[in-house]
């Protein structure tokens, strides 16, 4: 079992992404999440199974310390932006920290989510979200909760770098 964690501000998708991912659909009228989702799906890599809890952070968490307490224990973090709003991949850099402060040794994958929607001029462009992710040593992918397009992507690679890190490490000498 693996605590996987999505961050990000309201709005760029996160409840979305989790939704296309374990239940493969789509909600257009998407209500903000209250508290914290919760949801779990198994992963197969090779012969190896997983499974991964996923956590997504609903509204905006008042206090610090709440924060620090739901992120810790983290193994895989899932910081998404929105391609077409700037501000969500500057706000991004925030809750990256406060992962990183609770859980230090988690692994990151960087998601810029909605490219359905991209316009093609004033959102944010695939070599600015991998420059963006190189900051913390993170591949950037991106994706569509609402195509579906690069969804299976992300959990795949998380599957990988866990299995990598936990797994294969232990189980063999
Ligand atoms: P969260 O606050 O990060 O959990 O974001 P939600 O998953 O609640 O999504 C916020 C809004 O964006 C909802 O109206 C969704 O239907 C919409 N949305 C989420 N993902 C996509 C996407 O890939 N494309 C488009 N066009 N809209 C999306
Ligand atoms: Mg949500």
């Known amino acids: 079992m693996f605590k996987t964690v999505l961050v990000g501000e309201g709005g ?14 789509f909600d257009d009228n998407m209500r903000m999440t209250v508290g914290a989702n919760f949801a779990s799906k198994k992963v197969t890599i090779g012969s190896a199974q997983m499974t991964i809890m996923l956590w997504d952070l609903g509204g905006q968490p008042r206090f610090h310390d709440v924060v620090q307490d739901y992120f810790k224990g983290t193994k895989f973090g899932i910081g998404v932006y929105d391609v077409n709003r700037i501000y969500t991949l500057e706000r991004l850099e925030e809750w990256i920290h406060r992962l990183r402060v609770a859980a230090p040794d988690c692994d990151l994958l960087i998601v810029g989510n909605k490219i359905d929607e991209r316009t093609g001029n004033g959102g944010i462009s695939l070599a600015e979200g991998i420059a963006f992710a190189s900051k913390f040593g993170a591949d950037c992918i991106e994706v569509s909760a609402k195509t579906g397009q690069g969804i299976n992507e992300i959990f795949e690679s998380a599957a990988r770098v866990l299995l990598k890190k936990y797994i294969q490490n232990t189980t063999r000498p």
């Open 12 to 25: 760029v998708g996160k409840t979305s992404i989790t939704l296309r991912y374990t239940e493969n659909r």
